[in-house]
């Protein structure tokens, strides 16, 4: 048994999403050993290694997002981070002061004001900012808030920080871009203004801020 398990983990994409149900792919294989047709609940399975775990190249980019718009470069996330980085701001002032918010927390919540429908969970990776009531997180598969998540209700996207890899253009600070964040379940086109930008190695890292979903 234990080798058929090992057998369909090395199958599974190793994102540990838990868009399948499981908090892991380790679960979901241990699942699968007696229950096969559990291995249609990952999405990325069918497809070939190179398209889970690696970027096109910039020529493969159909540069469209998912309703046909285009954008001008992709957002990815750090590769130390468990998921893309946001700072957000509670729209209840009082949140971080009530869940006692640290390093370490599992959060959940809507963004406001930007026209997304999709609830975000996130792990906290800094300790929050209390003068400001601004969180920073990591967005990380839904199943992560199962066990220990709490709800903050309704929230503001203050930045996205992340890396370009793939862009059509040169990027400037101050100019609002449309980008496509790489991990978005929607695969709708962002919006927002660069207001920092380094280059770090062949990638560039930026942040954006005034974010919209158009």
């Not at 399975?45 to 998912?66: K, L, S, V, Y």
């Not at 990776?125 to 990591?138: K, Y």
């Not at 903050?152 to 890396?163: K, N, P, R, S, T």
Request: include cysteine; aromatic fraction near 8%; charged fraction near 25%.
């Amino acid at each position: 048994m234990e080798g058929e398990i090992e057998k369909i983990l090395e199958s599974l994409p190793g994102k540990n999403c838990g868009q399948c149900g499981f908090k892991t792919c380790a679960e979901l294989a241990v699942f699968a050993a007696t229950q096969p047709d559990a291995l249609k609940r990952c999405i990325y399975r069918e497809q070939p290694p190179a398209a889970a775990h690696c970027w096109p190249m910039a020529e493969e980019i159909i540069w469209n997002d998912a309703l046909g718009r285009e954008y001008e470069f992709i957002l990815e996330q750090f590769p130390e981070d468990p998921g893309p980085r946001e700072t957000i701001v509670p729209l209840n002032p009082a949140t971080i002061e009530k869940f006692a918010v640290k390093k370490g927390d599992i959060l959940y919540g809507r963004p406001a004001l930007v026209g997304c429908p999709v609830t975000h969970v996130g792990v906290v990776v800094e300790d929050p900012d209390t003068l400001n009531g601004a969180i920073t997180w990591c967005i990380v598969g839904p199943m992560a808030a199962r066990d220990r998540g709490r709800e903050i209700g309704y929230y503001q996207i203050i930045a996205y920080d992340g890396l370009v890899r793939h862009s059509r253009e040169e990027l400037q600070i101050g100019r609002r871009y449309y980008f496509l964040p790489r991990t978005c379940v929607l695969l709708s086109r962002h919006s927002g203004v660069i207001s920092a930008l380094a280059k770090r190695g062949d990638k560039t890292r930026v942040r954006l801020e005034g974010i919209w979903i158009s």
